[in-house]
Antibody, heavy 119, light 113 residues
C-alpha cells in the first residue's frame, strides 16, 4: 500500500521561504514520477512542477520559475518542495502527487500541507 | 500551454440518473506512437486530496466503481457516471499529461438534485 506523508502546516511571513516534505512508503522514489500541485482556498488544482519522463528531469511551471525548487532524497524516499519569496497569494494547500511511470497520471496523493502567508 | 476547459461548471443530477461532464483540450492529447490519450480524471471531496478515477482517457483505476467511465479522444473527452449515488457528490477535474505544464480543467461541481 502506497502512502505519501507530508509535513505539517506552516505559517510564514511575506518574503520568507517554506520547505514541504513528502515521505513515500510502499514504493521507492525511483519507481515514481513525483509532482507538486497546489490548491488555493476555494479554488482549483494548479500543477507546480515535477518529473518529466520525456526530458528525464524535473520541470517547473513558468508561474513559479525562479521561486520553486523540487528535490528528492532517495536514501530516505522523501521528496521536497521549497517555495521562496512567499506572498499572500501563495496561501494554499500543497500536495505531493505521484504515480508509477506506466500510467504517468497521479495515482497517489499526500494529504496536503496548508501554507499560510500572512504578515 | 495546453488549456483544459470543462463544462458545465456545476451540475445537479437526481439519484440514479446519469451525470455527464465534458472536457476539451486546446490541442490533441493523442500520442500517435502508442495511440494513447494522455488524459486523466480526478474526484475531489471536501477536505480530501484528489482521487484518480480514470487514466489514458478510459482506463478505470483499481477500485473505481464501473458506473464511472471515461471516453473520448483527441481534444474532446467525457466522464460519465451512469447512475448517480450520494457518494459521487464531489468536484471533478480533468488533467492532461501530454506535455508540461500538466494542466487541469477548472473543475465541475456535481450535486444531487
Amino acid at each position: 500500500q502506497v502512502q505519501l506523508v507530508q509535513s505539517g502546516a506552516e505559517v510564514k511571513k511575506p518574503g520568507a521561504s517554506v520547505k514541504v516534505s513528502c515521505k513515500v512508503s510502499g514504493y521507492t522514489l525511483t519507481e515514481l514520477s513525483m509532482h507538486w500541485v497546489r490548491q488555493a482556498p476555494g479554488k482549483g488544482l494548479e500543477w507546480m512542477g515535477g518529473y518529466d519522463p520525456e526530458d528525464g528531469e524535473t520541470v517547473y511551471s513558468q508561474n513559479f520559475q525562479g521561486r520553486v525548487t523540487m528535490t528528492e532524497d532517495t536514501s530516505t524516499d522523501t521528496a521536497y518542495m521549497e517555495l521562496s519569496n512567499l506572498r499572500s497569494e501563495d496561501t494554499a494547500v500543497y500536495y505531493c502527487a505521484s504515480g508509477p511511470f506506466h500510467i504517468l497520471s497521479f495515482a497517489y496523493w499526500g494529504h496536503g500541507t496548508l501554507v499560510t502567508v500572512s504578515s | 500551454d495546453i488549456v483544459m476547459t470543462q463544462s458545465p461548471d456545476s451540475l445537479a443530477v437526481s439519484l440514479g440518473e446519469r451525470a455527464t461532464i465534458n472536457c476539451k483540450s486546446s490541442q490533441s492529447l493523442l500520442y500517435s506512437s502508442n495511440n494513447k490519450n494522455y488524459l486523466a480524471w480526478y474526484q475531489q471531496k471536501p477536505g480530501q486530496p484528489p482521487k484518480l478515477l480514470i487514466y489514458w482517457a478510459s482506463t478505470r483505476e483499481s477500485g473505481v466503481p464501473d458506473r464511472i467511465s471515461g471516453s473520448g479522444s483527441g481534444t474532446d473527452f467525457i466522464l460519465t457516471i451512469s447512475s448517480l449515488q450520494a457518494e459521487d457528490v464531489a468536484v471533478y477535474y480533468c488533467q492532461q499529461y501530454y506535455s508540461t505544464p500538466y494542466t487541469f480543467g477548472q473543475g465541475t461541481k456535481l450535486e444531487i438534485k
